[in-house]
């Protein structure tokens, strides 16, 4: 059984960075698309980047793109969503997910099955 878990969030200033982490255990992560999706309160949870299974395609919300970086080291089973340039809009409990040979770069929650218990990201003066 696959399990992940998330780690790296906290409290932010407006314009600072966090590099958020998804340690993965169970299986391997070889084969697995990782996703980054994030709720905040009162919203639906939506997606913020992915990456594919081999890691040579990326996807970002618009939300984020060019303050987000996706990453995988699949020698360490950790995925890593670096976040720069961040707003107090980005304040969310930030999930992973992941989906066994998903193809493509999906940022839809109901493409994904396994899922981390999830990590707070503030962002505020």
């Known amino acids: 059984q696959l399990q992940l878990v998330e780690s790296g969030g906290g409290l932010v200033q407006p314009g600072g960075s966090l590099r958020l982490s998804c340690a993965v255990s169970?299986?391997?992560?070889?084969?697995?698309?990782i996703g980054w999706f994030r709720q905040a309160p009162g919203k639906e949870r939506e997606g913020v980047s992915c990456i594919s299974v081999g890691g040579g395609r990326t996807n970002y919300a618009d939300s984020v793109k060019g303050r987000f970086t996706i990453s995988r080291d699949n020698a360490k089973n950790t995925v890593y969503l670096q976040m720069n340039s961040l707003k107090p809009e980005d304040t969310a409990v930030y999930y992973c997910a992941a989906k066994l040979y998903g193809g493509g770069i999906s940022l839809l929650p109901h493409n994904y099955d396994y899922w981390g218990q999830g990590t707070q990201v503030t962002v505020s003066s």
């Open positions: 169970g299986l391997t992560l070889d084969y697995y698309r």
